[in-house]
């Protein structure tokens, strides 16, 4: 089955302390992304890449960090969360461009306390 | 002025109604329009997807895009209850070698039996 996958799910964290949210995807899309949805505000991007080791800005890159070593995974790491890195965040890929047709993961949950 | 705006809504119409959702968008760069589902829980899924100006129809689905007016909207006839969620539009310019995509805030819309 064509699927995104995220883990974790859900994670509540404290301030400061280093986490990564992992993003797989199993079928063999060049483009990724990431995004931060919260209320409000709609559906934002963070980083995206258009193939391995090609990474670029979105909208709202600050205070995330991403790496393209594989083309499956795409891992978002936020070095040292904080509050306002609250949101539900969603992994997407695309195949090709990006500007076609983008699977989009089941989200994860973060509070950052 | 937000790069595109959506009116969040909500919207609530009785089952069989014509729905019409629209967004604005201040970038006379963009020449890719998407529309996105997105059910409560669930990441959004591409509902339709066009190139420039003009319509296209998938179903009871009906995708319109002005780029005179950077004005760009989703119809939907026969409206169903399954068709409760949130829709998003997305666009994107493609320039400089660019593949972000921008998206509404997204309009909530119930749909009652």
């Known amino acids: 089955e064509a699927q995104v996958t995220q883990n974790p799910r859900y994670l509540i964290t404290v301030t400061g302390k280093k986490l990564t949210v992992t993003c797989s995807q199993n079928?063999?899309?060049?483009?990724m992304s990431w995004y931060r949805q919260d209320p409000g505000l709609g559906l934002r991007q963070i980083y995206y890449s258009m193939n391995v080791e090609v990474t670029d800005k979105g909208d709202v890159p600050e205070g995330y960090k991403v790496s393209r070593k594989e083309k499956r995974n795409f891992p978002l790491i936020l070095e040292s969360p904080s509050p306002n890195q609250t949101s539900l965040y969603f992994c997407?890929?695309?195949?090709?461009?990006?500007?076609?047709?983008?699977?989009f993961g089941p989200g994860t949950r973060l509070t950052v306390t | 002025q937000k790069e595109v705006e959506q009116d969040p809504g909500p919207l609530s119409v009785p089952e069989g109604a014509i729905v019409s959702l629209n967004c604005t968008y201040s970038?006379?760069?963009?020449?890719?329009f998407m529309w996105y589902r997105q059910y409560s829980r669930k990441g959004p899924e591409l509902l339709m997807y066009?190139?420039?100006?003009g319509n296209k129809e998938d179903g009871r689905f009906t995708a319109q895009v002005d780029k005179s007016s950077k004005y760009i909207s989703l119809f939907i006839r026969d409206s169903q209850p399954s068709d409760s969620a949130t829709y998003l539009c997305a666009m994107s310019d493609r320039g400089g070698g660019s593949e972000k995509l921008v998206f509404g805030k997204g309009t909530k819309l119930t749909v009652n039996p």
């Open positions: 997407a890929s695309t195949r090709g461009t990006g500007l076609g047709e983008q699977y």
């Open positions: 970038n006379s760069a963009f020449q890719y």
């Open positions: 079928m063999n899309h060049e483009y």
């Open positions: 066009t190139y420039s100006s």
